[in-house]
Nanobody, 126 residues
Framework: HVQLVESGGGSVQAGGSLRLSCAAS????????MGWFRQAPGKEREGVAL????????EYADSVKGRFTLSRDDAKKFLYLQMDNLAPDDTAMYYC????????????????????WGQGTQVTVS
């Protein structure tokens, strides 16, 4: 069983930065594909970034490439999303998610495949 708890959301002005954190617990941590998804009011949930279980493969949505950076601290079991140059379109509830095994091709677009989810943290950019 895996539990995920997000933190770090908030309100910032356009051009600002935030760092989201996801604390993971559970014995499966080392075998998880982990990432961040977001959902704005009235919109579909979308993938933001994924990191493979072996930390060798990272995938980003086109809309955040060059602005967001995903990283993981395996010793402390944290997943981080550094978000720079934020824009109003980045406003959404951000969710940390995980699934056992590697990040299969196309997983960024397949949020239902992820079995473990945090409660979400709100990011508002004005």
């Amino acid at each position: 069983h895996v539990q995920l708890v997000e933190s770090g959301g908030g309100s910032v002005q356009a051009g600002g930065s935030l760092r989201l954190s996801c604390a993971a617990s559970g014995s499966m941590y080392s075998r998880l594909c982990m990432g961040w998804f977001r959902q704005a009011p009235g919109k579909e949930r979308e993938g933001v970034a994924l990191l493979d279980a072996d930390d060798t493969t990272t995938e980003y949505a086109d809309s955040v490439k060059g602005r967001f950076t995903l990283s993981r601290d395996d010793a402390k079991k944290f997943l981080y999303l550094q978000m720079d140059n934020l824009a109003p379109d980045d406003t959404a509830m951000y969710y940390c998610a995980a699934v056992g095994g590697g990040c299969t091709d196309g997983y960024l677009a397949k949020w239902p495949a992820f079995g473990y989810w945090g409660q979400g943290t709100q990011v508002t950019v004005s």
